[in-house]
């Protein structure tokens, strides 16, 4: 059984969507390696951990870079709670916060 990606709600989606499309083609890239190999056998620089249940998918692009927040659920799913232009060094406590928010909608 392959692992699935989804998005815990229409605006983690248009979160991604509105990314340019170099990060969108990064992360389509990172999901196919995860469906192709498995998660445990993608690691840095594709994934990193980021603290308890939370995990982002490390997207760069030619102005910038980007990451999307997920968590894993039963299933093999991955589910991404939240994408956003990175602008400082550390994931800001903003961004942990909402996905830790978005996190609680997943059953």
Known sequence: MSWSVLFV???AQAELA?????MRAKFERIVM???EHG?????EPYVK???????EMRLIGRDGI?????????????V???TFIKKTEKTPKRELD??????????
């Open 9 to 11: 709600n229409e605006a």
């Open 18 to 22: 509105a990314l340019p499309t170099d």
């Open 33 to 35: 390696l995860i469906r």
């Open 39 to 43: 998660l445990e056998k993608v690691r």
């Open 49 to 55: 951990h980021l603290e308890d249940k939370l995990w």
């Open 66 to 78: 980007a990451r999307a927040i997920y968590i894993t659920a039963s299933g093999r799913r991955i």
């Open 80 to 82: 991404v709670l939240r």
């Open 98 to 107: 909402l996905a830790r928010e978005r996190a609680k909608e997943v059953i």
